[in-house]
């Protein structure tokens, strides 16, 4: 719930629901599978607005897949919710096992681009924000050992990338501990961030979102 976070800190008070899994595709959304609750939530919300987010190196492999099933979840949402696809970072073996030489986060956004099922749909550019930090930053890693999923550096990056592209509003000045309290009695940390890798990923985020070119 890090952007309801950041939501709040600015005055906003977003209410984020999510179904999310480990490894979920838009086939697994669609067909509730792994748990998830997506067609459910779409069905039953008239969100203000939705992101939806493919596994991660399926519009590499299975563009016309991912094609299909979104097209599916458009079908049903709300009609004047804004939607976003979110298109993800590259990471080494993405690069690897698919025989790409161009960042692959540039491949993946280029790949949705072009199946957008409206011009409606806007893309979320997270992997175009990693590239960028990992050009200008080489020495930062933005992920865990694993050099796949992303570490609270990672994280808070992303929900710069989210965070301003859904609102129009710089995440400059947002807090670096991103926090809950339970109950008055327990502080729940989503992560910590320290500040000036804070405004790194700030004005990353920034640059990304409101100066693309």
């Known amino acids: 719930m890090t952007i309801e976070q950041f939501s709040k800190y600015k ?11 480990g490894g979920a595709s838009f086939k697994h959304h669609w067909n509730s599978e792994k748990g998830l609750s997506s ?20 519009p590499l492999v ?15 949402a709300n009609k004047n919710s804004k939607k976003f ?22 491949v993946i956004e ?16 997270v992997g175009r924000a990693f ?5 200008k930053y080489p020495n930062q890693t933005l992920f865990t050992s694993d050099n796949k999923h992303p570490n ?27 926090f809950e309290n339970i109950n008055n009695e327990k502080d729940i940390y989503y992560f910590i961030v320290e500040e000036k890798m804070a405004k790194k990923c700030q004005l990353i985020a920034d640059e990304v979102v409101f100066d693309p070119n």
């Not at 005055?11 to 899994?21: D, I, K, P, Y």
């Not at 969100?47 to 991660?56: A, C, N, R």
């Not at 590239?131 to 050009?135: I, K, T, V, Y």
Request: glycine content about 2%; aromatic content about 12%; hydrophobic content about 35%.
């Open 11 to 21: 005055g906003l008070n977003w209410e984020v629901h999510q179904s999310t899994a």
């Open 39 to 58: 067609i459910r939530k779409i069905k039953n919300n008239t969100y203000t607005h939705l992101i939806f987010q493919e596994y991660s190196n399926y």
């Open 62 to 76: 299975a563009l016309d897949t991912t094609q299909k099933y979104l097209n599916l979840m458009y079908k049903i």
């Open 85 to 106: 696809l979110y298109a993800t970072w590259s990471y080494p073996n993405i690069l690897k096992n698919n025989n790409i030489s161009t960042p692959s986060s540039m």
């Open 110 to 125: 280029d790949k949705l681009e072009k199946i957008r099922p409206d011009s409606d749909v806007d893309i979320l550019p």
């Open 131 to 135: 590239d960028l930090f990992q050009l």
């Open 152 to 178: 609270p550096i990672g994280c808070y990056l992303a929900a710069c990338v989210i965070f301003s592209k859904i609102s129009s509003q710089s995440s400059l000045g947002i807090p670096r501990r991103v």
